[in-house]
T-cell receptor, first 112, second 117 residues
Framework: GQQLNQSPQSMFIQEGEDVSMNCTSS?????WLWYKQDPGEGPVLLIA?????ELTSNGRLTAQFGITRKDSFLNISASIPSDVGIYFC????????????FGTGTRLKVLA | GAVVSQHPSWVICKSGTSVKIECRSL??????MFWYRQFPKQSLMLMAT???????TYEQGVEKDKFLINHASLTLSTLTVTSAHPEDSSFYIC???WGAGRTDTQYFGPGTRLTVL
């Protein structure tokens, strides 16, 4: 099935550093979402974005809905060890379909 | 709010047997439930979408006779893996959403790990 491209695929960072990751698509989406998945668990919603250009924060996390509607970005400031996990973006085209297209994931590892 | 549970959290079965996985929305009524499959170190792949009281819509390449989905109520959907084989071993995750808007957010269950021997 179709997947969105996420970059980077994985990253090691030092505790306290800021993290940036992005998600790109060749087609337009009306909603972008960011989820975090811990090992052996289901994804947990972090941020949902509904409008092109929208910038939304959730604590140390900030996400943006790209102007072209073909991409989205997630930033984590001052990373801590519990930020470890896999971050997935998901795009939703709206209209009569509620289906998500998931990204390939960014695996984050934080070094204390 | 928006809690989704799955049962069982893990199951081991012999090849050829059938396994049923339940997905429940605990504090909301889910008009739509989704079933995903995830292989190790890979993303989630949508298997099917189900609406309460109607037949599930399966994604291309997913065998509907192999993966039976029943969405009997607004809080319960079940996935039955029939005649399971080792290649069906995977992490199965459900999600649920409510409302009628086109921007319905999906809330995910904790997943069920199926191992077929």
């Amino acid at each position: 099935g179709q997947q969105l491209n996420q970059s980077p695929q994985s990253m090691f960072i030092q505790e306290g550093e800021d993290v940036s990751m992005n998600c790109t698509s060749s087609s337009i989406f009306n909603t972008w979402l960011w989820y975090k998945q811990d090992p052996g668990e289901g994804p947990v919603l972090l941020i949902a974005l509904y409008k092109a250009g929208e910038l939304t924060s959730n604590g140390r996390l900030t996400a943006q809905f790209g102007i072209t509607r073909k991409d989205s970005f997630l930033n984590i400031s001052a990373s801590i060890p519990s930020d470890v996990g896999i971050y997935f973006c998901a795009g939703q085209k709206g209209s009569r379909t509620y289906k998500y297209i998931f990204g390939t994931g960014t695996r984050l590892k934080v070094l204390a | 709010g928006a809690v989704v549970s799955q049962h069982p959290s893990w199951v081991i079965c012999k090849s050829g047997t059938s396994v049923k996985i339940e997905c429940r929305s605990l504090d909301f009524q889910a008009t739509t439930m989704f079933w995903y499959r995830q292989f190790p170190k890979q993303s989630l792949m949508l298997m099917a979408t189900s609406n309460e009281g109607s037949k599930a819509t399966y994604e291309q390449g997913v065998e509907k006779d192999k993966f039976l989905i029943n969405h009997a109520s607004l809080t319960l959907s079940t996935l039955t893996v029939t005649s399971a084989h080792p290649e069906d071993s995977s992490f199965y995750i459900c999600s649920a959403s409510w409302g009628a808007g086109r921007t319905d957010t999906q809330y995910f269950g904790p997943g069920t790990r199926l191992t077929v021997l």
